[in-house]
């Protein structure tokens, strides 16, 4: 079955850098990935949704990336701010989407 | 426009009782969903509804009941809960099912089994 790799650990940065998470794919060769934002006890909120032969899609400071040879999708926030700090999400998938298990980005001042 | 509402936010259940999660969305959409969302684990779908009438099984349904009367309603109804069902579950929705379409996600019941 398909499934959606995300890690699982914090991603600590300064304000103002690049933060860059990776999403990889197994099993599956899916023509969409889309990127979903979850703060603390809220749901996700959808951001970014990228197609396989996009390479690449921006949206204010985010850049998306898929690179179907890798099997990977990066998620990029430049110029961080601290408001930017929570959990981003990946998720792919025909009829029913499957999420990875989010990276939880924390962004100090 | 509200979106997705899901109520309640908290609940305590003690073993064995029952309780339905309501969930309801505003934007038309034909496309619902459950999910659960336990610490570490990701998002599993427990069930999803194409449209009024219309429901089927995700990954993790056991323990679980849907109905879709409405296009604005989907329920999630559990019978006899279960230590095992404490998590916070979510409710979405979605114009259509394509992998090009995003959901839409109320903010969750936090659900408790003691």
């Known amino acids: 079955s398909q499934k959606i790799e995300q890690n699982s650990e914090a991603l600590n940065i300064q304000e103002g850098k690049t933060a860059t998470l990776t999403c990889n794919y197994t099993n599956y060769s899916p023509a969409y990935l889309q990127w979903y934002r979850q703060d603390p006890g809220r749901g996700p909120v959808f951001l970014l949704l990228i197609r396989e032969n996009e390479k690449e899609k921006r949206k204010e400071r985010l850049k998306v990336t898929f690179d179907t040879t890798l099997k990977q999708s990066l998620f990029h926030i430049t110029a961080s701010q601290p408001a930017d700090s929570a959990t981003y999400l990946c998720?792919?998938?025909?009829?029913?989407?499957?999420f990875g298990t989010g990276t939880r980005l924390l962004v100090s001042p | 426009n509200a979106g997705v509402t899901q109520t309640p936010k908290f609940r305590i259940l003690k073993i064995g009782q029952s309780m339905t999660l309501q969930c309801a969305q505003d934007m038309n959409h034909n496309y619902m969903y459950w999910y659960r969302q336990d610490p570490g684990m990701g998002l599993k779908l427990i069930y999803y509804s194409v449209g009024a009438g219309i429901t089927d099984k995700g990954e993790v349904p056991n323990g679980y009941n849907v109905s879709r009367s409405t296009t604005e309603d989907f329920p999630l109804r559990l019978e006899l809960a279960a230590p095992s069902q404490t998590s916070v579950y979510f409710c979405a929705s979605s114009f259509s099912t394509g992998e090009d379409q995003p959901q839409h996600f109320g903010d969750g019941t936090r659900l408790s089994i003691l």
């Open positions: 998720a792919s998938g025909f009829q029913k989407l499957v």
